[in-house]
């Protein structure tokens, strides 16, 4: 109990400890520290591995379909599933992880429980709510008895045109995202009338730059469903157009990645230093970081845009300009996290120049799923920096590239990582000792061996030409040149891979499901939940980095610059038009 | 604000790859002179495409190939679930010029991509994309729809065929 | 429904459709097609349609109306109807909804094409002069299933004109017209299908039968429990609700049989069976049918698969003693070892949860040290995508037909 942390938590005491009947002095965990933040948590948790199953299972459909390996359901239907995989994953899944990881983040750093449980129930109601309504009419798709519909993909390009209740599912899930960060604010705001001269603790400061920078962001999308897609499907409208709605989801869609990136970026910085035996490296430039996100993720969505007609070159250029310095904090954390890895190892012992890479716990699956996420979002940072690559992007923009890219990122970097850290979390949130060991120790390779055979195979195959979001990438009239490899033996990857990956998410829900259901309860943990000081601490970071209304100030500035100009172009010859009438599928 | 010295040179490497890669991007767009997709395509109402009212509209006409005083032109619809021309029948263009695309949508948001090269863009019902290629050598190339357009997107594929300038037989301006 | 990649070569005939789409308006080819058609199978020609429910019989018509983009297996890429008979000499003019983007209608023959729009209104008319089957589809919704055929002529007595049901069908909002499904010895009619929004009809509600031919009727599930009942007492079939479940009656004399729904027939669940040539005037139904309700064996409503002999019936008495043995052992072992697992758990358990005793490192480092192997590694991340980003730019840049402004 060498480092305890005045600064990290607010709230430490004495009465966090109890004696134990073999004599020892341990620390209470979590669950019995903030009971009503460990559930709210754990619903959270639950909630997104359901969403995770589900998806996982269509993931393992599509990926037998594409690669004709197996076809169970008929190629229309295809849609339905790629829209469900989409929706589920890229959006149900990473919010409630997401504000479960935060929540717990939050609450555990600051040492201040959530100051009102009327609002923390009303997010969870109204993100659930939101997701049942997108959910259901998405699986209606599959059905004729519901009259409902929605195979419109998770970007629900107008016009093609959803159920209104998806859309207004996908509000409410969003909505409910917002009451959730406010519950963190004011977590904060509770803790500052206590702390009035402390730094922020490091959680707590990374938790409330995403949320700011998620507010930003995700009022882009908020404009393009409420004021246009909702009207619109319920007839309100005649029109929307089509390149504004695309528009203000791309202006979403972007930063929404870094959304789902940040919290791996939390654990990264914060606990995976401690799994290794260390502490993190540096605290000031953590801080940085995060606050180049906050400035840089929003201004760079027409990224995404390159090809699009109707904008015009000189916004994209300021678009990969702005991408390419996003690159900074991204490269920032490699060396910081990876330089508190090797302290760790180091500290363990661990001697050479590399041969501490050996010496880390690998056996420790929340330890190995972390270091593997990192490492995968290394290979996925680079397919990131060729989609950035405005010019270079028209080789492999929309083919099944993009997806092998984004597998690695969303599909590693914050899904292993969840998965990964769930197993240190989770017994700490339900007071259970971890169940089937063996299995969760060894998933988090199965996982990276099938992302390694998907992914590697997606990216070459987008180098053909072979397209994203199809049933069938198989033509008549056109023949894909592989400049790697053979198409064929992509085809045979992708389908391994992509079992691979179901098998690890199957195994990832067993290990939970076992903990639920046979683990018991008040039990004296093999993890432990304290997070060690920075080696250069917070009070060597200048005060300026927790100025949390300048940084969000000269945001909204950038996002005017970038932004201002275009949208105007957009609305000056009419804000729906020119227009498109529905297109149900 | 304390950093260590291997994080101060990190710093300063980083920043400098950005502006590398940063300059070689802007490098390809001037020297080899790979442009982009912009807004020079102009504005169409999605209608007037879908009732065939092209005289109405200024910078679009009847789907085709045209051999004009200022070039090759080809007008084409992308639509579900086929290009027109390109689905039914090949877009025939000659070897050797730049051809000047024209590509729009009067139902949903399609993609147009020539499998395997940078000639790829959106069709986005509205506007029209307008990007010049120039086919070097003759052969054919494979037009992949790449944006989920409805439940037939996977049948929607199409053929650019480049033959000779003497065997090139555009319509009438 | 599943365009299954039908990829049939396809023929040199769509290389002649213009870029445009402007060929032949309404060139009223002589149908010079194969003669003598009396196909009630098609061919195999529709069966990934699946919009088409038998034959419409318009004899009689001089115009016949076929709508261009109805509702095919829930999307608008169909002909409606999709098969029509019709007298030789009458004209079949097609009409655009303007659901589903541009269609044509081209023979397979090649003796009729349309050109290719998607404006609603829009016509094209084919008169058809010699008997045959055409065959023609959407080119491009083909692999859709947007697939059509006209009869010409011929068809079981010849014309027959809708019957005179007698305002039977006034209240029945899915009725269209009889349905021909002479020449085929047994015929489905759908209980629990749309009508008017709410699953209470007979999919279709009329159709045209030869003597002797077997109706068999399928329950969707919809709905609720439904039953089928002659209004002469006929036939009469259980009232059941689950899905599969069928019931079949054999029509042997000509006449029309209206049949209900017992408990839906205030909300138009009524269908009728029309047997032989009958035309204007409805028959009183003829008796003599046979009833043979049929479960399971027809409407495959059971999943378990019944053994049909003596080695199926061997086969799943081993395989199923073997099973029970199987999981007997297993779920015996299964719980001891979760009995002792969850009796070592106990073993754990305090007053409140607890959290392990963090580890001591072994040697503490502070911040004065030097990460020399993370600087190697992130060295070697720089020079890879390096490597990396030169090899993409050649790929990029050189070989093949490039983009530019």
Same mark, same amino acid.
């Given at each position: 109990?060498?480092?305890?942390?005045?600064?990290?938590?607010?709230?430490?005491?004495?009465?966090?400890?109890?004696?134990?009947?073999?004599?020892?002095?341990?620390?209470?965990?979590?669950?019995?520290?903030?009971?009503?933040?460990?559930?709210?948590?754990?619903?959270?948790?639950?909630?997104?591995?359901?969403?995770?199953?589900?998806?996982?299972?269509?993931?393992?459909?599509?990926?037998?379909?594409?690669?004709?390996?197996?076809?169970?359901?008929?190629?229309?239907?295809?849609?339905?599933?790629?829209?469900?995989?989409?929706?589920?994953?890229?959006?149900?899944?990473?919010?409630?992880?997401?504000?479960?990881?935060?929540?717990?983040?939050?609450?555990?750093?600051?040492?201040?429980?959530?100051?009102?449980?009327?609002?923390?129930?009303?997010?969870?109601?109204?993100?659930?709510?939101?997701?049942?309504?997108?959910?259901?009419?998405?699986?209606?798709?599959?059905?004729?008895?519901?009259?409902?519909?929605?195979?419109?993909?998770?970007?629900?390009?107008?016009?093609?045109?959803?159920?209104?209740?998806?859309?207004?599912?996908?509000?409410?899930?969003?909505?409910?995202?917002?009451?959730?960060?406010?519950?963190?604010?004011?977590?904060?705001?509770?803790?500052?009338?206590?702390?009035?001269?402390?730094?922020?603790?490091?959680?707590?400061?990374?938790?409330?730059?995403?949320?700011?920078?998620?507010?930003?962001?995700?009022?882009?999308?908020?404009?393009?469903?409420?004021?246009?897609?909702?009207?619109?499907?319920?007839?309100?409208?005649?029109?929307?157009?089509?390149?504004?709605?695309?528009?203000?989801?791309?202006?979403?869609?972007?930063?929404?990645?870094?959304?789902?990136?940040?919290?791996?970026?939390?654990?990264?910085?914060?606990?995976?230093?401690?799994?290794?035996?260390?502490?993190?490296?540096?605290?000031?430039?953590?801080?940085?970081?995060?606050?180049?996100?906050?400035?840089?993720?929003?201004?760079?969505?027409?990224?995404?845009?390159?090809?699009?007609?109707?904008?015009?070159?000189?916004?994209?250029?300021?678009?990969?300009?702005?991408?390419?310095?996003?690159?900074?904090?991204?490269?920032?954390?490699?060396?910081?996290?990876?330089?508190?890895?090797?302290?760790?190892?180091?500290?363990?012992?661990?001697?050479?120049?590399?041969?501490?890479?050996?010496?880390?716990?690998?056996?420790?699956?929340?330890?190995?799923?972390?270091?593997?996420?990192?490492?995968?979002?290394?290979?996925?940072?680079?397919?990131?920096?060729?989609?950035?690559?405005?010019?270079?992007?028209?080789?492999?923009?929309?083919?099944?590239?993009?997806?092998?890219?984004?597998?690695?990122?969303?599909?590693?970097?914050?899904?292993?990582?969840?998965?990964?850290?769930?197993?240190?979390?989770?017994?700490?949130?339900?007071?259970?000792?971890?169940?089937?060991?063996?299995?969760?120790?060894?998933?988090?390779?199965?996982?990276?061996?099938?992302?390694?055979?998907?992914?590697?195979?997606?990216?070459?195959?987008?180098?053909?030409?072979?397209?994203?979001?199809?049933?069938?990438?198989?033509?008549?009239?056109?023949?894909?040149?592989?400049?790697?490899?053979?198409?064929?033996?992509?085809?045979?990857?992708?389908?391994?891979?992509?079992?691979?990956?179901?098998?690890?998410?199957?195994?990832?829900?067993?290990?939970?499901?076992?903990?639920?259901?046979?683990?018991?309860?008040?039990?004296?943990?093999?993890?432990?939940?304290?997070?060690?000081?920075?080696?250069?601490?917070?009070?060597?970071?200048?005060?300026?980095?927790?100025?949390?209304?300048?940084?969000?100030?000269?945001?909204?500035?950038?996002?005017?610059?970038?932004?201002?100009?275009?949208?105007?172009?957009?609305?000056?010859?009419?804000?729906?038009?020119?227009?498109?009438?529905?297109?149900?599928? | 604000?304390?950093?260590?010295?291997?994080?101060?040179?990190?710093?300063?490497?980083?920043?400098?790859?950005?502006?590398?890669?940063?300059?070689?991007?802007?490098?390809?767009?001037?020297?080899?002179?790979?442009?982009?997709?912009?807004?020079?395509?102009?504005?169409?109402?999605?209608?007037?495409?879908?009732?065939?009212?092209?005289?109405?509209?200024?910078?679009?006409?009847?789907?085709?190939?045209?051999?004009?005083?200022?070039?090759?032109?080809?007008?084409?619809?992308?639509?579900?679930?086929?290009?027109?021309?390109?689905?039914?029948?090949?877009?025939?263009?000659?070897?050797?010029?730049?051809?000047?695309?024209?590509?729009?949508?009067?139902?949903?948001?399609?993609?147009?991509?020539?499998?395997?090269?940078?000639?790829?863009?959106?069709?986005?019902?509205?506007?029209?994309?307008?990007?010049?290629?120039?086919?070097?050598?003759?052969?054919?190339?494979?037009?992949?729809?790449?944006?989920?357009?409805?439940?037939?997107?996977?049948?929607?594929?199409?053929?650019?065929?480049?033959?000779?300038?003497?065997?090139?037989?555009?319509?009438?301006? | 429904?599943?365009?299954?990649?039908?990829?049939?070569?396809?023929?040199?005939?769509?290389?002649?459709?213009?870029?445009?789409?402007?060929?032949?308006?309404?060139?009223?080819?002589?149908?010079?097609?194969?003669?003598?058609?009396?196909?009630?199978?098609?061919?195999?020609?529709?069966?990934?349609?699946?919009?088409?429910?038998?034959?419409?019989?318009?004899?009689?018509?001089?115009?016949?109306?076929?709508?261009?983009?109805?509702?095919?297996?829930?999307?608008? *890429?169909?002909?409606? !109807?999709?098969?029509?008979?019709?007298?030789? &000499? #009458?004209? %079949? +003019?097609?009409?655009?909804? $303007?659901? =589903?983007?541009?269609?044509?209608?081209?023979?397979?023959?090649?003796?009729?094409?349309?050109?290719?729009?998607?404006?609603?209104?829009?016509?094209?008319?084919?008169?058809?002069?010699?008997?045959?089957?055409?065959? *023609?589809?959407?080119? !491009?919704?083909?692999?859709?299933?947007?697939? &059509? #055929?006209? %009869? +010409?002529?011929?068809?079981? $007595?010849? =014309?027959?004109?809708?019957?005179?049901?007698?305002?039977?069908?006034?209240?029945?909002?899915?009725?269209?017209?009889?349905?021909?499904?002479?020449?085929?010895?047994?015929?489905?009619?759908?209980?629990?299908?749309?009508?008017?929004?709410? !699953?209470?009809?007979?999919?279709?509600?009329?159709?045209?039968?030869?003597?002797?031919?077997?109706?068999?009727?399928?329950?969707?599930?919809?709905?609720?429990?439904?039953?089928?009942?002659?209004?002469?007492?006929?036939?009469?079939?259980?009232?059941?609700?689950?899905?599969?479940?069928?019931?079949?009656?054999?029509?042997?004399?000509?006449?029309?049989?209206?049949?209900?729904?017992?408990?839906?027939?205030?909300?138009?669940?009524?269908?009728?069976?029309?047997?032989?040539?009958?035309?204007?005037?409805?028959?009183?139904?003829?008796?003599?049918?046979?009833?043979?309700?049929?479960?399971?064996?027809?409407?495959?409503?059971?999943?378990?698969?019944?053994?049909?002999?003596?080695?199926?019936?061997?086969?799943?008495?081993?395989?199923?003693?073997?099973?029970?043995?199987?999981?007997?052992?297993?779920?015996?072992?299964?719980?001891?070892?979760?009995?002792?697992?969850?009796?070592?758990?106990?073993?754990?358990?305090?007053?409140?949860?607890?959290?392990?005793?963090?580890?001591?490192?072994?040697?503490?480092?502070?911040?004065?040290?030097?990460?020399?192997?993370?600087?190697?590694?992130?060295?070697?991340?720089?020079?890879?995508?390096?490597?990396?980003?030169?090899?993409?730019?050649?790929?990029?840049?050189?070989?093949?037909?490039?983009?530019?402004?």
């Amino acid at each position: 109990m060498a480092t305890e942390h005045g600064t990290e938590t607010g709230f430490e005491t004495e009465q966090e400890y109890v004696e134990t009947e073999d004599g020892t002095r341990r620390r209470l965990a979590f669950v019995d520290r903030f009971p009503e933040a460990a559930r709210t948590a754990r619903i959270c948790l639950w909630i997104a591995f359901a969403a995770f199953g589900v998806g996982a299972l269509f993931g393992l459909i599509q990926a037998l379909h594409r690669t004709n390996t197996l076809r169970i359901i008929p190629s229309s239907d295809y849609y339905t599933i790629l829209t469900g995989h989409g929706v589920l994953l890229a959006l149900v899944f990473t919010t409630f992880g997401i504000a479960g990881l935060f929540h717990w983040a939050n609450t555990r750093s600051l040492g201040v429980s959530p100051t009102s449980r009327r609002l923390t129930q009303g997010w969870l109601w109204t993100m659930s709510i939101g997701t049942l309504l997108a959910a259901g009419t998405i699986v209606g798709g599959l059905f004729d008895w519901i009259p409902a519909s929605a195979d419109v993909l998770y970007t629900f390009y107008a016009p093609l045109e959803a159920h209104p209740l998806f859309y207004i599912g996908a509000a409410l899930l969003i909505v409910g995202s917002w009451g959730a960060g406010l519950d963190w604010f004011l977590q904060y705001r509770e803790w500052r009338s206590h702390n009035p001269d402390a730094r922020i603790p490091l959680q707590s400061f990374m938790v409330m730059t995403t949320m700011l920078m998620w507010y930003l962001s995700s009022a882009g999308v908020a404009i393009e469903v409420v004021f246009f897609l909702i009207p619109w499907s319920l007839g309100l409208i005649s029109q929307v157009d089509p390149l504004l709605t695309r528009t203000l989801f791309w202006y979403f869609g972007h930063p929404v990645v870094y959304f789902w990136l940040l919290p791996a970026y939390v654990v990264w910085y914060t606990v995976l230093p401690k799994l290794a035996g260390g502490r993190l490296f540096s605290d000031p430039l953590a801080r940085v970081t995060f606050v180049l996100f906050l400035l840089l993720s929003t201004p760079v969505g027409f990224h995404h845009q390159y090809t699009d007609p109707g904008i015009a070159s000189g916004y994209k250029l300021v678009a990969m300009t702005n991408t390419f310095f996003l690159l900074l904090p991204s490269l920032l954390t490699l060396f910081t996290v990876v330089a508190s890895m090797e302290h760790g190892a180091r500290q363990q012992g661990a001697k050479g120049y590399l041969a501490w890479l050996k010496d880390l716990p690998w056996e420790r699956p929340e330890f190995s799923g972390v270091a593997l996420a990192g490492i995968m979002f290394a290979a996925g940072g680079f397919s990131g920096m060729i989609n950035a690559g405005m010019n270079i992007n028209y080789l492999i923009h929309n083919t099944i590239w993009v997806p092998g890219h984004f597998h690695l990122t969303v599909g590693t970097a914050y899904a292993l990582t969840l998965m990964a850290i769930a197993y240190w979390l989770v017994p700490q949130l339900t007071g259970k000792r971890l169940q089937f060991r063996g299995m969760a120790a060894i998933q988090p390779f199965v996982w990276f061996v099938g992302m390694v055979l998907m992914s590697n195979a997606m990216h070459r195959g987008g180098l053909a030409g072979i397209p994203r979001r199809t049933a069938e990438p198989q033509y008549d009239q056109v023949t894909f040149d592989a400049v790697v490899g053979t198409v064929g033996e992509m085809r045979i990857q992708i389908a391994i891979g992509g079992t691979l990956l179901f098998v690890g998410a199957m195994m990832f829900l067993a290990v939970m499901a076992g903990t639920w259901a046979l683990g018991k309860p008040n039990s004296q943990l093999r993890v432990n939940g304290s997070i060690p000081e920075p080696l250069s601490g917070a009070e060597e970071s200048p005060r300026v980095l927790d100025n949390l209304k300048l940084w969000t100030a000269i945001a909204i500035a950038l996002v005017l610059l970038a932004y201002g100009i275009p949208l105007y172009d957009m609305v000056a010859d009419g804000i729906l038009w020119p227009g498109s009438v529905p297109f149900p599928e | 604000m304390h950093v260590h010295r291997f994080e101060r040179l990190w710093f300063g490497v980083s920043l400098v790859l950005i502006v590398a890669f940063i300059g070689t991007i802007i490098y390809g767009a001037v020297g080899p002179g790979i442009a982009m997709v912009d807004d020079s395509g102009g504005t169409v109402e999605p209608s007037v495409i879908a009732d065939g009212n092209y005289e109405q509209t200024n910078n679009f006409r009847e789907p085709g190939v045209y051999d004009t005083e200022d070039g090759v032109e080809v007008y084409v619809i992308a639509r579900q679930y086929f290009f027109q021309p390109g689905t039914t029948e090949p877009i025939r263009v000659p070897a050797g010029e730049p051809i000047s695309f024209h590509v729009t949508s009067p139902d949903v948001t399609h993609g147009f991509n020539l499998a395997g090269t940078n000639v790829n863009t959106m069709v986005i019902p509205g506007q029209v994309a307008e990007f010049s290629v120039t086919f070097e050598e003759t052969g054919e190339h494979g037009i992949v729809c790449h944006e989920y357009c409805g439940s037939g997107h996977h049948t929607m594929e199409g053929q650019v065929v480049v033959v000779e300038q003497s065997e090139f037989e555009g319509g009438e301006n | 429904m599943a365009p299954n990649r039908d990829r049939q070569p396809r023929p040199t005939r769509r290389r002649l459709l213009a870029a445009g789409g402007t060929v032949a308006t309404g060139a009223l080819l002589g149908a010079t097609a194969p003669a003598a058609a009396q196909s009630s199978d098609f061919d195999g020609w529709f069966d990934d349609v699946d919009n088409y429910d038998g034959v419409v019989d318009r004899t009689g018509e001089s115009e016949v109306t076929v709508e261009v983009g109805v509702d095919n297996g829930g999307q608008p *890429y169909g002909f409606g !109807p999709p098969a029509v008979r019709i007298d030789p &000499g #009458a004209t %079949v +003019v097609w009409e655009w909804t $303007g659901r =589903g983007g541009s269609h044509n209608v081209v023979a397979e023959d090649g003796s009729f094409e349309s050109e290719l729009v998607g404006e609603a209104g829009h016509t094209f008319s084919h008169t058809f002069e010699s008997e045959g089957t055409f065959k *023609y589809v959407c080119i !491009p919704h083909e692999a859709l299933g947007m697939k &059509g #055929a006209i %009869v +010409v002529g011929g068809g079981g $007595g010849g =014309g027959v004109s809708e019957p005179d049901y007698d305002g039977w069908f006034d209240d029945v909002d899915n009725y269209e017209e009889t349905v021909d499904e002479r020449g085929n010895s047994e015929v489905t009619v759908e209980v629990g299908v749309d009508n008017g929004g709410q !699953p209470y009809g007979f999919g279709p509600p009329a159709v045209r039968i030869d003597p002797g031919t077997t109706v068999v009727w399928e329950w969707t599930g919809r709905g609720g429990s439904h039953n089928v009942v002659a209004e002469d007492g006929s036939f009469e079939s259980e009232l059941v609700g689950e899905a599969g479940h069928t019931f079949s009656h054999t029509f042997e004399n000509e006449g029309t049989y209206k049949y209900v729904c017992i408990p839906h027939e205030a909300l138009g669940m009524k269908g009728a069976i029309v047997v032989g040539n009958i035309s204007g005037g409805g028959g009183d139904g003829g008796d003599g049918g046979q009833e043979t309700p049929a479960e399971g064996e027809t409407g495959g409503g059971s999943l378990i698969p019944v053994p049909s002999d003596f080695v199926g019936w061997f086969a799943l008495v081993i395989g199923g003693s073997l099973g029970v043995a199987v999981t007997t052992v297993l779920g015996a072992e299964s719980y001891a070892a979760y009995r002792d697992h969850a009796a070592s758990e106990q073993a754990y358990v305090g007053e409140q949860a607890t959290e392990a005793v963090e580890q001591e490192p072994v040697e503490e480092i502070d911040g004065d040290y030097d990460p020399l192997g993370t600087a190697a590694l992130v060295a070697g991340y720089f020079v890879l995508i390096v490597l990396l980003w030169v090899f993409m730019y050649f790929v990029e840049f050189i070989g093949g037909p490039t983009i530019t402004g």
